[in-house]
T-cell receptor
Framework: NAGVTQTPKFQVLKTGQSMTLQCAQDMNHEYMSWYRQDPGMGLRLIHYSVGAGITDQGEVPNGYNVSRSTTEDFPLRLLSAAPSQTSVYFC????????????FGPGTRLTVL | LAKTTQPISMDSYEGQEVNITCSHNNIATNDYITWYQQFPSQGPRFIIQGYKTKVTNEVASLFIPADRKSSTLSLPRVSLSDTAVYYCLVGDSGAGSYQLTFGKGTKLSVIP
């Protein structure tokens, strides 16, 4: 199993550009989530999904959209990138929403100029 | 949201036992306590989880008192490779959803 994969690993955007961060897992996990981590900070939850077709907002959802058309994929879209969105983004998955054992991807380092 | 409080940083010499304590005064009855480890430029990795008393695995031990308002992660005989940030989490199962809240964690530096 590849576990949780994220692409790209690095990305530089200009203010106002849009892009999609990809996340995929091959463990048949129902629960997937996106976090951002700023320097010296913990992880903050952006959006999460408890299954295909179901998504919900986390702590910091503004400026981001998600969709969950399949169990495996959970892309994160930046609609109009802003410098405040410069961060490292982690995708995670787990067997169920009640499971505290989340598996994290390697992260995407995003810089918005 | 069930919040946690941990020391910001700790230093330890190689070979010593390290204990990191986490406070979670408003933990809910159904909440479990989970610890993650994060190395630089990597995603967090699950270490251990518990509900009460003591849990031990090949990596660490977790001690939880009867009132569950705190927990202590114990790392036996740390090595340089244990230098990382350690997060204590308590799940938030309110409002029909389940969200994990990561604090700033404890940065452990192991000194040769």
């Amino acid at each position: 199993n590849a576990g949780v994969t994220q692409t790209p690993k690095f990305q530089v955007l200009k203010t106002g550009q849009s892009m999609t961060l990809q996340c995929a897992q091959d463990m048949n996990h129902e629960y997937m989530s996106w976090y951002r981590q700023d320097p010296g900070m913990g992880l903050r939850l952006i959006h999460y999904s408890v299954g295909a077709g179901i998504t919900d907002q986390g702590e910091v959802p503004n400026g981001y959209n998600v969709s969950r058309s399949t169990t495996e994929d959970f892309p994160l879209r930046l609609l109009s990138a802003a410098p405040s969105q410069t961060s490292v983004y982690f995708c995670a998955s787990s067997w169920s929403p009640e499971s505290d054992t989340q598996y994290f991807g390697p992260g995407t380092r995003l810089t918005v100029l | 949201l069930a919040k946690t409080t941990q020391p910001i940083s700790m230093d330890s010499y190689e070979g010593q036992e390290v204990n990191i304590t986490c406070s979670h005064n408003n933990i809910a009855t159904n909440d479990y306590i989970t610890w993650y480890q994060q190395f630089p430029s990597q995603g967090p990795r699950f270490i251990i989880q518990g509900y009460k008393t003591k849990v031990t695995n090949e990596v660490a031990s977790l001690f939880i008192p009867a009132d569950r308002k705190s927990s202590t992660l114990s790392l036996p005989r740390v090595s340089l490779s244990d230098t990382a940030v350690y997060y204590c989490l308590v799940g938030d199962s309110g409002a029909g959803s389940y969200q994990l809240t990561f604090g700033k964690g404890t940065k452990l530096s192991v000194i040769p």
